[in-house]
């Protein structure tokens, strides 16, 4: 049965349905969820991990078996999660200590290298 299909069959019963959003803001980790409106792509559900309503893209969601789910890291409400930019922020930290190593090394080599040069020509 499709993923839709599955959504749209637990909105009409009411029921539970265990999956895993790709996105967001604790990626792959699973949730149970309510669907509460079923749009083409979209699906407006209640999260019982968080206990708020949110709008899930159909295409990030991975149905989870009862199995899957109870392996799987669980969406957490206490749990910390970078903004996007702080996620920037720490990319171009990484970023630039990277590069300022890299140049350090690169100097070294270079400085290593005209000394050899030197020492050959002596």
């Not at 959003?21 to 968080?50: M, W």
């Not at 159909?58 to 999660?81: P, R």
């Not at 005209?114 to 050959?120: A, P």
């Amino acid at each position: 049965m499709k993923k839709k299909q599955v959504l749209i069959n637990a909105q009409k019963a009411g029921e539970i349905v265990k999956v895993k959003y790709t996105i967001g803001s604790q990626p792959n980790h699973a949730r149970e969820i309510i669907p509460l409106r079923v749009d083409e792509d979209k699906v407006f559900a209640k999260c019982l991990n968080s206990n708020t309503e949110k709008l899930f893209h159909i295409d990030k969601l991975v149905l989870l078996s009862d199995e899957q789910y109870e392996k799987h890291l669980k969406w957490d409400a206490n749990a910390g999660f970078l903004t996007d930019y702080e996620e920037f922020v720490m990319l171009k930290e990484k970023r630039n200590k990277f590069f300022r190593y890299f140049s350090i090394i690169l100097g070294v080599v270079v400085v290593f290298l005209i000394y050899l040069f030197i020492k050959s020509k002596l």
